[in-house]
């Protein structure tokens, strides 16, 4: 069995498995062979070294009421890096202060924040995109601003209704004008320069 938080990684052609079968899927010599395809997402970096595998509340076992989903991922190959989006308080580690937003490097095998994170009222990402061939991550869902934190008390961050991009190479945020405000957006598509999305207002 293979612990895993909300979120795990399956190789159908990892360990001493037949690998792929001709038509792509995997065969197994044995069902702990299949249960060896399997990975959690943990983060062994100290100083708590995977105390949680995925994403999770912040904190004590008292807080474990606390929902947690993750809605939505985007694979950057360039950088081998994963993008998490849902509604999580940490990454990796309990003691991770990471909302919602996260990156998990498939190279390190290590959490991170995204661009400072984003903030507001119960800070919610709904939905991620990476254009073909473009080095833009797009981030929408529930929040008021990028680049901080609700705990960065001391930055001010950047206004955004609700949908804003993430330059994967120079790591800066476009808000997009402003977003869309009173909105919670589920949705996006990127068509060339004109960005679609679908919410639900009010």
């Not at 299949?34 to 943990?42: D, Y």
Request: charged share 10%.
């Amino acid at each position: 069995m293979v612990k895993a938080r909300n979120i795990a990684m399956w190789d159908p052609a990892a360990a001493n498995g037949e690998g792929r079968s001709a038509k792509g899927g995997a065969t197994f010599s044995s069902f702990k062979d299949c249960h060896s395809r399997w990975s959690s997402l943990c983060d062994s970096n100290p100083p708590n070294r995977c105390d949680i595998d995925g994403v999770s509340y912040r904190g004590t076992s008292a807080q474990a009421a606390s929902p947690v989903y993750v809605f939505s991922l985007a694979y950057h190959a360039a950088s081998n890096m994963l993008y998490v989006g849902g509604l999580f308080q940490s990454a990796g580690q309990r003691y991770a202060n990471i909302n919602s937003l996260a990156a998990f490097s498939l190279t390190s095998k290590s959490w991170s924040i995204v661009g400072g994170g984003i903030a507001g009222p119960s800070p919610v990402v709904h939905a991620l995109y990476i254009s073909p061939g473009s080095q833009d991550l797009y981030v929408a869902g529930s929040f008021s601003a990028v680049g901080k934190q609700n705990s960065d008390v001391l930055s001010a961050g950047l206004n955004a209704g609700n949908i804003a991009v993430f330059s994967l190479t120079s790591g800066s945020w476009n808000t997009l004008n402003g977003g869309i405000p009173d909105a919670d957006i589920r949705t996006v598509a990127v068509d060339g320069q004109t960005v679609g999305q679908a919410s639900k207002l009010g």
